[in-house]
């Protein structure tokens, strides 16, 4: 009985499109983008993973070598710091989803960025 309710059969329209179930797209946490993929004799549609790997890595080097970090100090400091990039975008991503939902209380632009000076 279980097995039945991750299963649904859709229809496929002529220009190949589908509708994901809205149960589905809720409980796999779908946004904007899916990733199809190949397996065997399957396509798997699943949420598209943010692939923050490289994300920001300009921007840290760059503060990393005003902030005075060279050598392997730089190196440890930007691994430390490359490291914390996925966990923020993921929280930010999950606040916007509860806020979407009304499960979190949006904020104003000032309580995002302050009031100018």
Known sequence: MIAEMNKKIISISSKRQLTIPGAFYAKLGFEDKAECIIRDNELVIRPARIDSNGEFAEEILS??????????????????????VRPAVKK??????????????????????????
Do not use: W
């Open 63 to 84: 503060d990393l070598i005003k902030e005075g970090y060279s050598g392997q100090a730089l190196l440890k400091e930007f691994k430390n710091r490359q490291a914390k």
């Open 92 to 117: 930010m991503l999950d606040d916007a989803h509860k806020m979407a939902t009304g499960e979190l209380e949006s904020m104003s632009y000032d309580d995002v960025f302050g009031e100018e000076e």
